[in-house]
């Protein structure tokens, strides 16, 4: 028989059910395990658990949904419509009851499902299950026929109203209970951490009466830049984002010239401590202020990054991590008191760091590998996040693998005749036209082609400057492109009777991609560099291949900085990563930013990368024999063995052609197993 109670449907979820009139709309959404915020416990005044009727017929779903069959507006929600603002159509479902068929909007800023917009314009639904919670509750006013104490009380209520059996009280809070109940006039709202199930949850504040805001913070501190982003527990929303400069950088502009920083002086690690969180409170700050929110309501931090940030971060001395066998203080997660690190949040708030997964492959991989989800999946994704280490990831739900692999400086500029950082002014992108050999090129901060119409104007300002990692990648692809380099990498001199453009310098040829001052010219050795830096992410990732038993990848997955910018066909050309779809080939932006949001909102993805991270196999490339042969056949364009069928379906690629005898720098191909290890980015 069919249900004669109102239907109601839950947008966006597309959760339905049938409920008896007067059911509260809250209620039904509970049953349907559509989670509306609530701080208060549904006493109408934190306005947190606000919705909105979809007036119309819905045929689809056999609905016709008017303001009519929801209760009017009932005392609860005038008083707080006239204390506070409750937009147009906005209800208070803890107070509105089901009287008719409904469709029901919960509105993206107070439901848990909360939808994170991502830069990259691909969109993730993080369900919100975050380890801090808010609970309003009126207590019991003081008998002294029961004389249970203060906080007792607030105990009693707390597992009334929000079922909390056990509950443990930061020391802290004591002193200042007897305040704060009779500031609120018996009325406190308590701030529970609770991460682990089956740990015993805390009470880390307590405000008198309502208190109705509740922030975290999710972190990536990169050795060169830390990314932070300011979030709602309450609602989900990121509402800041921000990025500053590590200034461990003046210690050392590499994360290996930084440990032995720490090796040549007692203080070292310290400093860097100091340097790093100074610099993460500069940023609350600056988030905060931004918002204007409050840094005492800050109630949970998220950080992750790779081993040696993550352990000076920590206050521990990555020495360890300076060599094999790259022994980490500690692998698993952190979690500990925001105090215990002097941070800039309330004196209660919580600390979570993610679990790395191996000593050179860091916390920061663990949140990459948590976002993109390679163990949630069939397909066999490639994660790639390119810094002077590569961290590597491979697998699917099958199987996960990992190592990192010493690529150098190169991908950022550095070691290049030209090179320099990622900023206006660097060149970014390069075609170079077969036929004559002239190239054309683009400067961050400009749109305009260096051969079109305005460029000189566009550019007067900040100059040609030099030529970034994205850039660097294109010019060597375009000249194997327009057969100026062999397969081998070697600069054809012959050319130099074609074009201007090839020059002699000194035993081997270079090429001439801007004249003037500063002249950018493209040597054997700049191309030796990355042939180096490319040979070793690339034999890194066959290992991995090797691992799974597998001869392609399905997916590949471009995260940090580089992997944003390098164009995946050039990438591909140059033989940096395996052949692919094209079209399967992605840049994920921040992609370990990302993953420390997920675990800011939700501590079920605490558990679910510490399992994962239990189970990734870690191979370490210095001690695998295959890594050599690999390395040194991952030293040709695209590779040497490895064919690139549908790469030569989307480029044609050049026809191998004889060497001519241009002393080529081979010599330097030789060294690479002498490479020191560089630690992650
Ligand atoms: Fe607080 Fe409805 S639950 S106003």
């Not at 306005?47 to 069959?69: L, M, P, W």
């Not at 002393?663 to 002498?674: P, V």
Request: include cysteine.
């Amino acid at each position: 028989m069919p249900d004669s109670n109102p239907l109601v449907l839950f947008m966006p979820s597309g959760r339905r059910g049938h409920f008896p009139k007067g059911t509260p709309v809250l209620d039904a959404a509970r049953q349907l395990g559509v989670y509306v915020e609530s701080v208060c416990g549904g006493r109408g005044i934190c306005g947190r658990c606000q919705i909105e009727v979809q007036e119309g017929q819905f045929a689809k779903h056999k609905i016709t949904s008017s303001n009519d069959h929801i209760s009017a507006p009932g005392p609860k929600e005038l008083r707080y419509a006239e204390k506070r603002e409750l937009k147009p159509g906005r209800r208070l479902s803890c107070s509105a009851t089901i009287q008719g068929d409904l469709v029901i909007d919960v509105p993206q800023d107070t439901v848990v499902n909360a939808q994170i917009v991502r830069k990259a314009a691909t969109t993730r639904l993080i369900e919100r299950n975050a380890a801090v919670r808010l609970c309003y509750v009126e207590v019991d006013e003081p008998d002294m026929h029961k004389p249970l104490g203060d906080l007792d009380r607030i105990k009693a209520a707390l597992k009334r109203e929000w079922g909390y059996e056990t509950l443990e009280v930061d020391f802290r809070l004591l002193p200042r209970v007897q305040k704060i109940l009779r500031d609120g006039e018996w009325a406190v709202t308590a701030a529970i951490h609770h991460d682990r199930e089956t740990g015993t949850p805390h009470i880390i504040d307590l405000w008198p009466g309502l208190h109705n805001a509740a922030w975290g913070i999710a972190c990536d501190i990169g050795s060169t830049t830390i990314a932070m982003h300011l979030v709602s527990l309450l609602s989900g929303r990121v509402v800041a984002s921000s990025g500053t400069p590590n200034p461990q950088i003046r210690f050392g502009e590499d994360l290996m010239s930084r440990v032995s920083y720490v090796m040549m002086n007692p203080d070292g690690a310290e400093k860097m401590t100091a340097a790093v969180r100074e610099a993460i409170n500069e940023l609350i700050g600056k988030v905060c202020g931004e918002v204007n929110v409050h840094e005492s309501d800050i109630l949970d931090l998220v950080f992750v990054g790779n081993p040696v940030m993550h352990h000076l971060f920590l206050g521990i001395d990555p020495t360890e991590l300076g060599g094999a066998p790259f022994a980490l203080a500690v692998s698993g997660a952190v979690h500990l008191n925001a105090a215990e690190l002097d941070l800039r949040a309330n004196a209660g708030a919580r600390v979570y760091v993610l679990p790395c997964i191996a000593g050179h492959v860091g916390a920061d991989s663990a949140a990459a590998t948590l976002s993109e989800g390679p163990y949630r999946q069939d397909e066999m994704m490639l994660l790639v996040d390119v810094g002077t280490n590569a961290e590597i990831v491979l697998g699917n739900r099958e199987r996960v693998v990992a190592c990192s692999s010493p690529t150098g400086p190169a991908f950022e500029g550095a070691e290049i005749s030209g090179g320099q950082r990622a900023a206006p002014g660097a060149i970014e992108r390069v075609r170079i036209d077969p036929e004559t050999l002239e190239p054309r090129y683009r400067v961050i901060g400009s749109e305009l082609w260096s051969d079109g119409p305005g460029f000189d104007e566009a550019t007067k300002e900040v100059g040609v400057t030099g030529i970034c990692g994205s850039g660097i990648i294109e010019v060597i692809a375009e000249m194997f492109l327009a057969g100026i380099i062999s397969v081998d990498g070697v600069i054809d001199g012959s050319l130099a009777e074609k074009s201007p453009r090839i020059v002699a310098s000194g035993r081997t040829f270079s090429y001439v991609l801007k004249h003037g001052e500063p002249a950018i010219t493209i040597t054997q050795n700049d191309v030796r560099a990355i042939q180096l830096a490319k040979a070793a992410l690339y034999a890194g990732v066959k290992l991995l291949m090797a691992k799974q038993e597998v001869d392609h990848v399905d997916l590949i997955r471009l995260a940090g900085a580089f992997g944003s910018y390098i164009d995946p066909k050039y990438a591909m050309v140059l033989g940096l990563i395996p052949d692919c779809d094209l079209d399967k080939v992605k840049a994920v932006g921040n992609a370990a930013g990302d993953g420390a949001l997920m675990a800011l909102l939700n501590r079920g993805y605490r558990r679910e990368i510490e399992e994962t991270v239990r189970t990734i196999h870690k191979v370490e490339t210095a001690l695998e024999p295959d890594f050599q042969r690999l390395f040194v056949d991952a030293m040709a364009f695209p590779n040497k063995t490895d064919p690139f069928p549908k790469l030569s379906a989307a480029v044609k690629l050049p026809e191998p052609k004889a060497l001519v005898g241009a002393g080529n720098g081979e010599n330097r191909g030789a060294d690479n197993g002498r490479r020191r290890r560089r630690r992650p980015r």
